[in-house]
């Protein structure tokens, strides 16, 4: 009984662990009009990344809120660290899509100064 119930427990003490986790939240800027649903809260970051060439904005809300913004729809005077916003018309981003661009290296080019050639 006792090498059944200690894993167990020890299983639900992990469960329990992760669960208490903050999970981010995704959201997506859409074109405006796309629905009426709205964020509010204050800006705590604003960084920019670039995946296959094109650049994508994000804008971190707190501590669990994350939103892609597009370039075309980044309002650079109005999206400042620090300022409280309002974003309408966002949808969820439910695939972790998002997560891969972060761990994406940039390629470096060889460098061709250090190659021997052999004629």
Not at 24 to 41: D, R, S
Not at 66 to 89: A, E, Q
Not at 106 to 113: C, W
Request: glycine letters at 6%.
């Amino acid at each position: 009984m006792k090498k059944f119930l200690t894993p167990l427990i020890f299983a639900f003490m992990i469960g329990s662990a992760s669960a208490q986790k903050q999970k981010m939240q995704v959201f997506q800027l859409m074109e405006p009009g796309f629905n009426t649903k709205a964020i509010e809260g204050t800006i705590s970051e604003v960084y920019q990344t670039q995946r296959f060439g094109n650049k994508l904005w994000w804008i971190k809300i707190g501590n669990d809120t994350l939103i892609h913004v597009w370039d075309r729809h980044f309002d650079t005077p109005n999206m400042k660290v620090g300022d409280k916003r309002t974003f309408t018309s966002i949808k969820r981003l439910d695939s972790n899509w998002w997560m891969k661009e972060k761990s994406e290296a940039i390629i470096k080019t060889p460098d061709h100064q250090n190659i021997l050639t052999v004629q």
